[in-house]
C-alpha cells in the first residue's frame, strides 16, 4: 500500500476569537488561601502521622547536678524528661558540671513506652591532709601517696581506706568517704605518742642504759621507751648486767626505782701438764684443762686438779671483779708396773699411739688408761685398754693372730635366717672340678679344670623346703607323682624354675634388709651382683666343693669310690619306684618312692644334708659346655644371662652310675619334680 504525504500546504490559521472578558476572570479567579491551607494541611498530617507512630521513652540520669542530654539519630520531640521518637537507634550523649561525659546508644523499640536509666560517673575529688606533728606517711588503700601535709591528691569518688604513720607514733586507721565531682576535701589528723616514759636508777649509779641494744643514757634518767613487749638492761664495767623485761603501754608513765648491780665474776685460765686434767672449784665440776672459770670476786676458793694416774693439785683461789689470772699446774704421776709379753717377738708395742718397742717388755706407767696397739705386718693388730695400779704388777699376754684366723674369728660358723634356715660357714680352697676321662659314666660336659674359692661363704644345711618357700609364694604347690605326694611341708620344694629360685633368694634378702645378690628388671631375674652379700644360690664350684672335697680326697660318690653303695646313704631310685622311674638301683631300699623330708639320712663330712640324693640342686652358673683347663678360675660365678642353668646332685628319680656320681651335671631352666635348691650367701 502506498505511503501517503501529508498535504502540508492545505494547513491554515483559524480565526481566533478571544473569550469574553466574563469569561477569563472566571477562570483565573479562586481563593488566594488555597496553596497555605494545603501546606497547612500537609504539616498537620505529617505530625499527625509522627506522633501516631512514635515511641515515648524516658531518659532518667542519675547526677547531683543539673544534667544537659542530647540525641541524635534522628526527628524527636522533647516532652520534660521524655521524647518522642520513632523506633530505630540513636545516641545519646549526657553532660553534667562534676561528671564524665556520657554517651550511650539507645534502641528505640515498638513498644509504646520505654526508660533508660543512665548514671554518670562523678569526676575525682581533691584531697588535703595534715598531721599534728607533721611529716607522716599518708597510705590511700594500701598506696603510699606522700607525707604530710599532703594537698591536692585526687581520688575517685566512694569509700578509701586512710592510714597515717609517723615513727615513734601511733599508727591512724580510719574510712573515707570521696565526694568527687571535683569537691576539695580536707583532713586535719592529730597524732598519739607510742612511747611511755620510764624512770629508772642503778646502784651504783652511772651504769649505760640499753632497750632491745640501743642506748638511751645512763642512770639516772628518764628516757622514752616505745609501747610493746622491750628488754632492758644496765650494764656498767666490772658489773654483771642487769637485765629486766618490759612491757611498754603508750602514754603510761612507770618508776622502775633503783636496781642493783652485782660485780661481775673474774675469770681464770688453768692448764696442765698433762692436759685433759679434771677441773672442780669449792668441791663442783667445772671441766677438763685447758679451762677458763668465771670466778665470784672478792671470795676465797679452793681450786683442785686431778687425773687418773696422777697426784690431785689443791690451792686457794680468789679474784676481784673484773680480774684475769692464769695458773699452770704440772701434775706428779703414780706409776704402775706391767709386763708385756707378746708373740711373735717382732710384733711392735705401741702406748698411746707412741711405739714403745718390739716384743715383750716390763713398763712403768702413769697409773690411768691407756691405750695400747700391737701391730705386726700380716697379722691382725690387737687393741687394747689397761690401767695399771701403783704398787701393784699386772701382766698382759698377747698373741697376734694371721689375717686369716682373725678373720676366721670374727665370722660366726653358723648363721640362721629369718625362716629359720641353718647356714654353715666355709673357708675353701684350691681343688680340681670335673672327671677323669677313664671314670666310668663321665660325660663329656665334667672335663677336669683347677678352682681356686677364695671367699668364705655360708651355705645351708638342707634343700629348701615346701614349707619355707611357701613364705615367699604362698599358692605353690610342688604336686605329686602317681599318687605320691611331693608337696609335704618338709620336704624338699619342687617344680620350680631356676627364675623362682633366684628370686626367692632376692626376697630373703630384702626381708633380712641384705643387699640383694641377683639384679631383677620388670621382675625378672637379668644378671648378678658379685659383691653383694645377700642370698643366692651356690655357685657349681662351691657346691662341688662343699659336697666332694674331703681333707685331700675328691670323692666320687657321697659313700666313697665303688659302685653300687652297699648301705643306704642318700634317696635313689630304689625298687620302691621301679613303676614310677623304670631302671633302679639294685638291691637298695631307702624307703622313699619319691622324695623324702629334708635331713632325713646322715650327713656329709661338712654337715650337709642330701648333697648327693633326694632332689637335683639349681645352681647359680648359666650352664656351659666347656670350660679352658689350662686357666685357673678363681671364686668363678657364671655368666650373667643365658637360657639354661646348671643343675647338681642326683635325686630320687636317678639310679644309673653315670648320674649318682658327684661330678655329674645336667641343665634346665624350667622346674622339674625332681629338682630343688639351697641358699647361700657370701660371708664377706
Not at 494547513?11 to 501546606?39: C, D, M, N, V, Y
Not at 655357685?539 to 657321697?558: H, N, S
Amino acid at each position: 500500500m502506498a505511503e501517503t504525504t501529508p498535504n502540508l500546504s492545505s494547513i491554515e490559521p483559524s480565526t481566533f476569537e478571544p473569550l469574553a472578558e466574563g469569561t477569563h476572570k472566571q477562570r483565573r479567579g479562586g481563593s488566594p488561601w488555597r496553596w497555605p491551607l494545603l501546606a497547612v494541611i500537609l504539616v498537620f498530617v505529617a505530625i499527625m502521622t509522627f506522633v501516631l507512630t512514635a515511641r515515648s521513652i524516658q531518659i532518667s540520669v542519675e547526677a547531683e547536678s543539673e544534667v544537659d542530654i542530647a540525641l541524635s539519630g534522628g526527628l524527636y520531640l522533647p516532652f520534660g524528661d521524655r521524647y518522642l521518637l520513632r523506633s530505630g537507634n540513636y545516641r545519646v550523649r549526657v553532660t553534667a558540671p562534676g561528671y564524665h561525659p556520657l554517651e550511650s546508644p539507645v534502641n528505640v523499640t515498638a513498644e509504646s513506652t520505654q526508660v533508660i536509666q543512665l548514671v554518670l560517673r562523678p569526676l575525682p575529688g581533691q584531697l588535703d591532709v595534715s598531721s599534728q606533728p607533721g611529716g607522716a606517711s599518708v597510705f590511700v588503700d594500701g598506696e603510699l601517696k606522700g607525707l604530710t601535709p599532703l594537698l591536692d591528691e585526687s581520688l575517685e569518688a566512694g569509700q578509701h581506706h586512710l592510714l597515717i604513720e609517723l615513727a615513734r607514733y601511733l599508727p591512724v586507721e580510719q574510712e573515707l568517704s570521696i565526694h568527687g565531682r571535683e569537691i576539695q576535701q580536707q583532713l586535719v589528723i592529730p597524732l598519739e605518742p607510742a612511747w611511755a616514759e620510764i624512770s629508772v636508777d642503778s646502784k651504783p649509779r652511772g651504769a649505760t642504759i640499753l632497750v632491745d641494744g640501743e642506748i638511751l643514757g645512763s642512770t639516772p634518767a628518764m628516757v622514752e621507751i616505745l609501747q610493746g613487749p622491750r628488754q632492758l638492761v644496765l650494764r656498767k664495767d666490772t658489773f654483771n648486767d642487769r637485765q629486766e623485761e618490759l612491757e611498754i603501754n603508750a602514754g603510761e608513765t612507770v618508776d622502775l626505782g633503783v636496781l642493783s648491780l652485782q660485780p661481775s665474776a673474774g675469770t681464770f685460765r688453768i692448764t696442765s701438764a698433762p692436759s685433759q686434767a679434771n677441773v672442780t672449784l669449792d668441791g663442783e665440776f667445772r671441766g677438763q684443762t685447758p679451762l677458763t672459770l668465771e670466778v665470784s670476786p672478792d671470795q676465797r676458793h679452793l681450786l683442785a686438779v686431778y687425773k687418773p694416774g696422777y697426784r690431785q693439785y689443791t690451792n686457794g683461789l680468789e679474784l676481784a671483779a673484773g680480774a684475769t689470772g692464769d695458773r699452770h699446774v704440772t701434775l706428779k704421776p703414780q706409776l704402775g708396773e706391767v709386763h708385756f709379753n707378746i708373740e711373735p717377738q717382732q710384733a711392735m708395742l705401741k702406748i698411746n699411739g707412741r711405739p714403745l718397742g718390739t716384743g715383750s717388755r716390763t713398763l712403768e706407767l702413769p697409773a690411768a688408761e691407756h691405750s695400747i696397739e700391737i701391730v705386726l705386718e700380716g697379722y691382725a693388730s690387737i687393741y687394747r685398754r689397761i690401767t695399771p695400779r701403783p704398787g701393784m704388777e699386772q701382766a698382759l699376754n698377747i698373741t697376734l693372730l694371721t689375717e686369716l684366723e682373725a678373720k676366721l674369728a670374727r665370722m660366726k660358723p653358723e648363721l640362721t635366717t629369718s625362716l629359720g634356715q641353718t647356714l654353715l660357714l666355709f673357708t675353701p680352697g684350691d681343688f680340681t672340678m670335673g672327671s677323669s676321662r677313664r671314670e666310668p659314666g663321665r660325660r663329656t660336659n665334667e672335663l677336669l679344670h683347677p678352682v681356686s674359692l677364695k671367699r668364705m661363704f655360708y651355705l645351708q644345711t638342707t634343700e629348701v623346703t615346701n614349707a619355707e618357700f611357701r613364705q615367699f609364694q604362698a599358692i605353690h604347690l610342688s604336686g605329686q607323682v602317681e599318687g605320691n605326694s611331693l608337696n609335704r611341708e618338709f620336704q624338699p620344694v619342687v617344680q620350680i624354675s631356676w627364675q623362682q629360685a633366684a628370686q626367692f633368694c632376692n626376697w630373703l634378702s630384702r626381708k633380712e634388709n641384705l643387699q640383694p645378690f641377683y639384679k631383677e628388671s620388670k621382675g625378672i631375674v637379668v644378671g648378678h651382683n658379685s659383691s653383694a652379700k645377700g642370698y643366692r644360690l651356690p655357685t657349681e664350684a662351691e657346691w662341688a666343693w662343699a659336697a666332694r672335697v674331703e681333707g685331700e680326697t675328691i670323692l666320687k660318690f657321697p659313700w666313697g669310690d665303688t659302685f653300687p653303695p652297699v648301705e643306704t646313704v642318700e634317696n635313689y631310685a630304689d625298687s620302691d619306684s621301679a613303676h614310677i622311674t623304670g631302671r633302679v638301683l639294685n638291691n637298695y631300699m631307702d624307703g622313699h618312692v619319691v622324695s623324702a623330708v629334708v635331713a632325713t639320712f646322715s650327713p656329709n663330712n661338712k654337715g650337709l644334708y642330701d648333697m648327693g640324693g633326694n632332689v637335683a640342686e639349681w645352681v647359680n652358673d648359666v650352664y656351659i659346655m666347656t670350660v679352658d683347663a689350662n686357666v685357673r678360675q678363681i671364686d668363678p660365678t657364671g655368666a650373667q644371662s643365658g637360657d639354661n642353668y646348671t643343675i647338681r646332685g642326683s635325686s630320687w628319680a636317678h639310679s644309673k652310675i653315670a648320674d649318682l656320681r658327684l661330678s655329674f651335671r645336667d641343665y634346665g631352666q624350667a622346674g622339674r619334680d625332681d629338682v630343688g635348691f639351697r641358699i647361700a650367701r657370701y660371708a664377706e
